[in-house]
């Protein structure tokens, strides 16, 4: 060994080691707590500063697209609320929406207008779950207990109209499949005020608090051209200021004939995603109050008169022997809907969640595709966190409110 160290050491002598002990690489996630669910983040160090950071996905794929295409469309509904789990009744409407724009059917107008009042509930529940949780990503415990004692009485009202609190199911191909319940709309009133109050409170605990203005205000900016660039939707969007809700540029329910503003900010930055989450939420309860007035106007049909792809109704089966075989033969066998494709959009709480479908007649998608927002907000991290310190980056991830359900698919 002696010989052949001496042989060798003139080529060693020659060699230079390099060495930075101010850089090393990090994973963050996919356990760490505040990584949002299964998002790994490979995150190169200089110092405490990120000078390289990229996201690894796929730690919760489970093949949603390709099992859609392999159920019946009926089938497929209670899946789609594993997408965004925290506002399940945004998923099954973005998915009904895009089977009813390619079966070319016509919604009653109360199925519109308690579909549109769910869909605004769920834009609270879900809006009040990111305060509080990105609260306590930052560190303002408090915020998570404020605001999930409010989330609660959201959950109860859901919870009364179709009996679950997390995965909805609440709405169906052509309607929706339940008037809403006695004295529903009397406890949505007093959720409304509770709002009000959590809102006032989070604000005044906040807007002005200094250490949470520090760790939020110039932190995690995207600019316009870098929101459009990645394909931003939403609040991410619209903190750039950009005035982007598919909600007004391409409505859908009863939203043309309702009267609310689309907030937007020019800071770019995760204070400004904060104020905009609080500002959508009074824009919602603005939305409610509508749709409260909207609802005794209306008649009671819920689900759109379509006998090749949409059952009767209940009473209909039990009279009629017609009407209970089209119904054994729509769940047994599942709609046959035309030959096409068809791509809508929704504005979803964390922004655009679109369902492209391709049919080619069969009782099944031949394709189906998610457009999901939380997607493109966690790709684009690759890009905004560079130049941040290491603690500033649980406050970005927190301000994208991403969730893996809908990134992975």
């Known amino acids: 060994m002696a010989q052949i160290y001496t042989k060798l050491k003139p080529q060693f002598e020659n060699i230079v080691f390099e060495q930075d002990d101010n850089k090393m690489i990090i994973n963050f996630g996919p356990q760490h707590p505040s990584a949002h669910g299964q998002l790994r983040l490979i995150l190169e160090l200089d110092g405490e500063k990120v000078i390289k950071a990229t996201p690894d996905i ?18 497929f509904m209670p899946t789609t609320d594993r997408l965004d789990y925290t506002s399940a009744t945004s998923n ?49 415990l408090s ?8 989330r609660e009485y ?48 989070i604000e005044g605990l906040l807007d002005n608090n200094r250490i949470w203005r520090s760790r939020l205000e110039n932190v995690g900016t995207i600019s316009a051209e870098v929101a459009k660039n990645w394909g931003l939707s939403g609040i991410m969007l619209r903190a750039s ?3 982007y809700d598919v909600r007004k540029e391409d409505p859908y329910e009863l939203y043309s004939e309702l009267d609310f503003s689309v907030p937007i900010t020019n800071s770019g930055d995760s204070y400004g995603r904060y104020r905009l989450y609080m500002e959508e939420m009074r824009e919602s309860i603005k939305i409610l109050e509508q749709l409260i007035e909207m609802y005794p106007k209306t008649d009671s049909i819920l689900m759109a008169k379509a006998p090749d792809y949409i059952s009767s109704t209940k009473e209909d089966i039990m009279t009629q022997n017609y009407a209970l075989m089209q119904h054994f033969v729509l769940v047994t066998q599942g709609m046959r809907p035309p030959k096409g494709e068809v791509y809508a959009p929704t504005e979803s709480p964390k922004g655009e969640l679109g369902f492209f479908i391709n049919s080619q007649g069969n009782p099944y998608p031949h394709r189906l595709k998610i457009k999901a927002p939380s997607f493109y907000h966690i790709g684009c991290l690759q890009d905004i966190l560079i130049g941040h310190y290491l603690a500033d980056v649980v406050t970005i991830i927190g301000s994208t409110n991403a969730v893996f359900g809908e990134v992975d698919r």
């Open 154 to 201: 959201g959950l109860d009202l859901m919870e009364e109209y179709c009996g679950a609190r997390l995965t909805h199911n609440a709405i169906r191909i052509g309607g929706v499949p339940l008037d809403l319940p006695s004295r529903w709309i009397e406890n949505l009133k007093k959720f409304i005020q509770e709002t009000h109050n959590t809102i006032a409170l």
């Open 241 to 243: 200021g950009i005035a």
């Open 92 to 140: 099954n409407y973005a998915f009904a929406h895009a089977v009813e724009k390619l079966l070319d059917i016509e919604i009653p107008k109360r199925a519109q207008v308690i579909r549109t009042m769910l869909l605004e509930l769920n834009r609270i529940i879900s809006h009040i779950m990111f305060v509080a949780v990105h609260g306590m990503d930052v560190g303002a």
């Open 58 to 75: 796929g730690y919760l794929h489970r093949g949603i697209e390709k099992l859609a295409e392999n159920m019946i469309y009926n089938e």
């Open 143 to 150: 915020m998570f207990l404020y605001c999930f004692k409010t």
